[in-house]
């Protein structure tokens, strides 16, 4: 596996190298206006990192930039598909829903709340599960992201809860990007199809418009078999039709002066053959749906004393339904336990940033959540099981203060107080230093503490069959993290990033089963703790080639026993090379991704992993058409992920090697 790898990189050094692209930066002036700087160099910047608009090298944190190019050029078919093939990032799938795992922390039964997902600033996670969804059920369309910011490290100081391990920003494009009507048509795998229709413009007046629907059909697997239900009760442990896969979503956006308006909806169906919970087995009743609808209206000016202020009203509807088939017997007596959860919320987010006596940029701000609704229901033919709807809801405080302490010397600093109902009051800080010796390489040093709190679901559900139970008494869970970060352009064409982290985690919300009666429960467990690195390089060319490769060395364990995290491979090496195959005509992306083995729940060990994808593109043939064509898993690698909790299966089966074809059409 290592010399493919590297032999791959030989391949895409000699096939890439020929032209040059990306420019050292010029000596860094911490004291001078980022938007002026901006104007005048081609740096990558990031908004997310601060809340304002900033160089890469001079923001608070390690971060990544994915764009349309790549996402387009990889072929990448959800969103999961991003974030796996970035450093510290990876993916488990159990036939239902996707989870992310960051720097060693993917536990089971946790529904992505260590993330905080935004879409154009507007946050996404709801407030019945704190979830985001990274899969199909993912609320937009690929096609329609400008760029994805992601933030790693602890960035509660500016977003409060769920922003454990990071924040992830999904820039979306403006009117002016399709400037016209836009169609796509993909087919795949398992009879997928996917179709979306979308309209841009931005007219002379200045307003500005995107609107964007998008559906999808599969039928999933139609056979899958686990050798954990091969009884011919159970029909030999084959799960047949049950893996459908449906969603519909829209995307309006318009914009006008200082004023945007944005509003998504996007509900998905899914079947579920894996049985968890106790379920019947091979029954395409078993189901769930996610729906998830938002309003935001947006302003944002800046004043020509320099002083930038933004401010958001928005609100938020979430619904969950889940049917669980069960068999009351004997004799046989099947009934549909039915889940239907209700979140609505509204709020308002206000903040002002400004430089002063130009060595300073201050920004400060406040945010207010309430929650109208976070209903949980449980019942069957025979009994309400759960009826729950509390009321918690969230203000918070925040400021940060950006100081060019020295022309090379930068030090941010930040805070926020949040206030909840539930379990009261949460203050974090962050503290960076940001050293720049040479114009090439920038040193950074950062601390951070972040916490998340337990969501209404961990407190309040419980049901009458399936063995789970409440429990009002969980605490938030916290992280101070430790990070050392070393950028460095090593020439005109190549850039590389190291990092080495230390992570510490107390009162860790997570599922557990209580010995003396059985039954499912979040509480807050041992201590756990992380040492990590994470190494990358990338290059770019003028003749459009990319090449990135990473390696990620995580160690999570318990605390208190020395055990190594459940679902947390140790060692990580992903590379992507991105060339043309014929000049102005065809291109070709090319993805590794290797991963050594995962512990499961049982304490058993999957295998390691070399996973290979293959995308090509053309853009050539015909006017405004774009054709891609995919092979995923090229050599059908047999590989497993752990199970949760829920699962009869300690180990779950995932996809051997799928195709997909994509033909997009801009009139």
Known sequence: MKKRILSLLSLATIVCGQTDLVQAEAEPDFGASAEEELL???????YSASKYEQKV???????????????????????????????????????????????????????NTRILML???????????????????????????????????????????NAFFGIINVITKKGRDLDGIESSITAGSHQSYQGRLSYGKRYQN????????????????????????DDPATNHGVAEEADDDRFDQLFFRMSYGDLSLEALYADREKGIPTAPWEVEFNNTGTRTWDTHWFVDLRYQHLHESGTEIAARLFFDRYDYDGDYVYDYGPPSDLVTIKDRDVGEWWGSEVHVSRHFFSDHRLTLGGEYRGSLTQEQKTYDAYDLWLDSNPEINVWALFIQDEWALLDTLLLNVGLRHDQYDSFGASTNPRLALIYSPLAETTLKLLYGRAFRAPTVYELYYHDGYTTAKPNTQIDPETIDSFELVWEQQLNRNVRSAVSLYHNEIKHLIAYTVDPDDGLFYFDNQNAAQAYGTEFSIEGKWDNGCLANLSYTYQDAENKDTGERLVN???????????????????????????????????????????????????????????VSTGVYNLFDVAYDFPGSEEHAQDMLRQDGRTFQLKINYLF
């Open 40 to 46: 005048f160099q081609d740096i990558p910047s990031v």
């Open 57 to 111: 090298s001079q923001a608070p944190a390690r971060v990544s930039i994915v764009t349309q190019e790549e996402i387009q050029r990889y072929g990448y078919r959800t969103f999961a598909d991003i974030l796996r093939s970035l450093p510290g990032f990876y993916i488990s799938y159990d036939n239902n829903y996707s989870y992310v795992g960051v720097r060693g922390f993917g536990m089971p039964g946790d529904y």
């Open 119 to 161: 879409v154009d600033g507007h946050r996404l996670n709801d407030n019945i599960f704190d979830s985001v969804y990274v899969d199909t059920a993912f609320v937009l369309d690929l096609d329609l992201i400008d760029r994805v910011e992601v933030v790693r490290g602890p960035s509660s100081s500016l977003y409060g809860s």
């Open 206 to 229: 200045g307003l500005e418009l995107l609107l964007s629907g998008s559906y999808y059909d599969s039928q999933g697997r139609t056979n899958l078999y686990y050798q954990e239900f």
């Open 568 to 626: 947390s491979p140790l060692h990580m090496v992903k590379l992507n090379i991105m060339a043309p195959v014929v000049t102005n005509i065809l291109d070709g992306g090319l993805e590794l991704q290797y991963e050594s083995g995962r512990k499961t729940v049982s304490g058993a060990e999957t295998d390691e992993t070399l996973l290979t994808n293959l995308v090509l593109v053309s853009k050539g043939w015909l006017k405004g058409m774009t």
